[in-house]
């Protein structure tokens, strides 16, 4: 394949693009990032430190909590105060277990600061009154006096915390209240004005936004909410076979892999038809489509429970991954924030955890291998259906990232690229399938890893890079 790069000026990739999502479900919170203080997992302040330590080498940007459906059910103020006094609940969603509390808002604080990133915090408005929402604002953000500033003093943080995204209800078209489009518009701008800003540091509020290609829903909140939100939430998962009966995340055939990765390249459909509506009422971009759940959506691991969504990870998760990043960055002057779902033992996860055990998947490794596109200027990207290749060209400084995922089964594919005036090679590395379904476990944990690319070549004005079938390569030159 030939490509000749343009040097016109692309928008910025925000870095939101990488972000992440944690939600009281399974094991993501409890057992996967929360351990506790007395745990013999080794942990600050009860959060795991090799999970914490596998985030920070992403650069995870932001965190989005504690849902999901879980959201629109968590009533915050049992998740304050002493642990052995907090309140516990049914987690009705998510296999029906009992939810201790023991992991709130203070801890989900220690989080977001142990990680260096941004904190995303979902509202309640399923269950939830707007009184309940506003409080909670309050009780992150407020740093004078207050009946909640004051109440978070009490339980032993002076300071507010950084609170820079808040989602007003998820997916309240379904799980967070089976509302329809018009009345849940009117129930945003309600609740969202209670959302108040009581330090220096505005909140980004993110409104509900559709499911998959429920346009209508998009064209009702752009019409009636748009000037009220700074980003509009949209859901798409990958998946195969039915919703009832899921196909499997190792063990597939052929027809699966293929299957799995139309249904992924779908996100540039819906993001275009999106975007397109919300370009009607808002040309400058403002709003931005805020895809805080994407992913694969794969059969749970026989034996464990189907409420607690646990399943493996491979490379053809791998290529969903750069698939969809390249898709996104595409788009990267409408979609201000994505999160994958979700960060630990939970779908399409970056790392899977057994006691003490950690494994990074291979989605993990994309992006490792994709972090250098954060905050990077955007030159171009391809990802034709057509085509088992797709690709994204960023520049940062002087440096210009290449990434290519090569998601042919069995071909190798050589992409040439023109007019790039790279001066030399600084780096060259990548992940590779040797079968479709190859994955880590906790007895092979580097199945697929991270290795030097070796053919990789400047010729005159040409970057030539051969990619294996299967494999995700990314490529650094000084230009
Ligand atoms: O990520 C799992 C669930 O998928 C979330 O709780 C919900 O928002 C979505 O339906």
Redesign the pocket.
């Given at each position: 394949m030939k490509v000749t790069v343009i040097n016109k000026k692309g928008p910025k990739i925000s870095k939101y693009i990488y972000g992440h999502?944690a939600?009281h479900?399974g094991r993501c919170i409890y057992g996967g990032i929360y351990v506790g203080e007395d745990s013999e997992i080794p942990n600050v302040n009860g959060m795991r430190q090799d999970v914490v330590e596998a985030l920070k080498n992403i650069k995870i940007p932001v965190l989005r909590w504690p849902?999901?459906?879980?959201?629109d059910e968590y009533h915050w103020k049992d998740g304050i105060g002493p642990k052995e006094t907090r309140n516990k609940m049914v987690n009705t969603?998510?296999g029906g277990v009992t939810e201790n509390n023991h992991f709130g808002t203070h801890e989900f604080f220690e989080l977001i600061k142990q990680l260096e990133c941004d904190a995303y915090v979902n509202g309640n408005v399923g269950s939830g009154t707007v009184q309940e929402m506003q409080e909670w604002v309050e009780y992150i953000t407020m740093a004078g006096e207050s009946p909640m500033a004051n109440q978070r003093r009490e339980n032993g943080q002076d300071e507010p915390w950084k609170m820079k995204f808040f989602g007003v209800g998820?997916?309240s078209w379904?799980?967070?209240g089976n509302m329809r489009a018009e009345y849940y518009a009117d129930e945003y701008r309600r609740y969202q004005t209670y959302v108040r800003q009581y330090g220096e540091q505005p909140i980004y509020k993110i409104a509900c936004g559709p499911?998959v290609d429920d346009y209508y829903w998009t064209e009702v909140l752009m019409k009636n909410a748009g000037r009220f939100m700074d980003g509009l939430s949209l859901?798409h998962?990958a998946m195969t076979g039915a919703w009832e009966d899921k196909g499997p995340a190792t063990g597939f055939e052929e027809k699966e892999w293929w299957s799995l990765i139309k249904h992924a390249q779908y996100m540039d459909e819906l993001i275009t038809r999106h975007s397109a509506i919300m370009d009607q009422y808002d040309p400058e971009k403002r709003v931005g489509l805020i895809v805080d759940?994407w992913?694969t959506?794969l059969a749970v691991e026989p034996g464990t429970n189907p409420g607690f969504?646990y399943q493996q990870n491979s490379i053809r998760d791998a290529m969903v991954a750069a698939i969809t990043f390249n898709i996104f960055h595409k788009h990267a002057e409408r979609v201000h924030m994505a999160n994958i779902?979700?960060t630990v033992n939970?779908?399409q996860s970056m790392v899977l955890t057994e006691g003490a055990e950690m494994v990074k998947t291979p989605t993990y490794h994309v992006f490792d291998l994709y972090k250098e596109h954060h905050e990077a200027e955007f030159v171009e990207s391809f990802g034709d259906e057509s085509e088992t290749i797709t690709y994204t060209i960023s520049k940062k400084d002087q440096v210009m990232t290449i990434s290519i995922c090569n998601f042919s089964l069995t071909e190798n594919e050589t992409i040439s690229i023109d007019n790039i005036n790279a001066k030399s090679i600084l780096s060259a590395k990548g992940i590779k399938g040797e079968k479709m379904d190859d994955y880590n476990d906790f007895s092979h944990p580097e199945t697929v890893t991270i290795q030097d690319v070796e053919e990789v070549q400047i010729f005159d004005q040409t970057l030539e890079v051969k990619v294996a079938p299967m494999s995700v390569v990314t490529v650094q030159v000084a230009i």
């Open positions: 999502f939600e479900l849902g999901g459906c879980f959201a969603h998510w998820n997916e379904g799980c967070g499911t859901h998962y759940e992913g959506w969504l779902a979700q939970v779908l």
